[in-house]
Every structure is written in C-alpha cells, then in structure tokens.
C-alpha cells in the first residue's frame, strides 16, 4: 500500500486536498512501480522536497533509490526517514531485555527524546553499554534491534531533527491511518 499526497508547510497533509491511496498484489517491484507512476503523475520531480517514510522492512529501502532516479529526482530533492513509531518500537524491544521494569519508562523516554534530537548515535551508545553491564554477547536477541537502528541511523533514516527543521513528517502516520481504515475495517470486515 502506498499513499502519496502534498505537503503543507508544516509537512502535513495539505487541507482541502485528495490523497492517492493505491496498493497491488504483484509484490515489490510492482509497489515501487506504482509508487513511481503516482509520484509521476503529481509532479514530483518539480518538488522542492520528496519525502518519503517507511516501515523497516529491507525490500522498501532496497528499491527507493530506484524510484528517486525513475522520477528523475537529484539527491537532494528526496528525504528518507524511518517512521517515527517503528524506530522508538524497537528501541522499546531493546529495553525490555536491557532494563529492569521499574527503570524502563524512565529509560525509554530519556531515548525517545535523544532520538526526536536526532542523536540515535547516543541512543545507540546508551544501549549498547546496557548490553555490556548486563554481559549479554552478539547472539543475545537485543543486538537484532540494536542493528536494526544502527543501520537506519548510518543510512540518515533517523534525522528526526533535520526531518522536524525542514518541515516534513517523521512519520508514515498517514498510511497507517489509511491501512486501518481501508483494509482493516473495510476489506476485512463483514
């Protein structure tokens, strides 16, 4: 599923305006396909700025690159970002094998709000010295989302900072929103 709409200066929705919502079942490389052709057809190769959010699922990123060049669109007019409730979702899952129960909330909001900073190295630091203290080696399941993070991290996807001063989403929110909407209460329904 995809959705693809104008942003506001704000980097929300614009008011008053009609967003495409479309999906296939033909996989990825159809998904990157449709992608391409809606941002086609909206114009987005004369936009100031492209930004596009995702889940962490590894076909996505693998395949954005490809859209970005399809559309004809200069590195610098795409932005990649993580979506904002996966990342602090794995760093959640990384606290709760890391910290007791009674410190996590503390723990987790302090590492929610170095990351909205767009400090994820520091979040990353904290979390892997929590590893260290407890003795916990590379097979233990915490390093799955330490990786995972790392690896967004190095790849820019976790600029939430830079994402908020330039005005655009550091969520995916609105397909989210469409997919409860849409699929779940509708095509899944009665």
Request: proline residues 3%.
């Amino acid at each position: 599923q995809i959705i693809v709409f104008g942003m506001d200066d704000a980097g929300r929705m614009k008011k008053g305006t009609t967003p495409i919502l479309d999906a296939t079942f033909g996989g990825p490389d159809a998904v990157m396909e449709l992608l391409a052709m809606r941002l086609h057809q909206v114009g987005a190769a004369s936009a100031e700025v492209v930004a596009f959010r995702a889940d962490g699922a590894p076909w996505i990123w693998e395949r954005l690159e490809w859209v970005r060049q399809r559309l004809g669109l200069t590195p610098s007019q795409a932005s990649y970002g993580l979506d904002w409730c996966h990342a602090v979702h794995h760093v959640s899952l990384a606290l709760a094998v890391l910290a007791s129960d009674a410190e996590r909330q503390r723990v987790f909001k302090k590492l929610r709000k170095w990351l909205k900073q767009g400090a994820w190295r520091k979040v990353l630091k904290d979390l892997i010295d929590r590893m260290v203290a407890r003795g916990l080696d590379e097979t233990a399941p915490a390093w799955t989302e330490l990786n995972f993070l790392e690896r967004h991290g190095e790849a820019g996807h976790l600029d939430y900072a830079t994402f908020r001063r330039r005005k655009l989403p550091i969520g995916s929110g609105a397909i989210e929103s469409a997919i409860r909407r849409v699929i779940n209460l509708r095509m899944k329904g009665n």
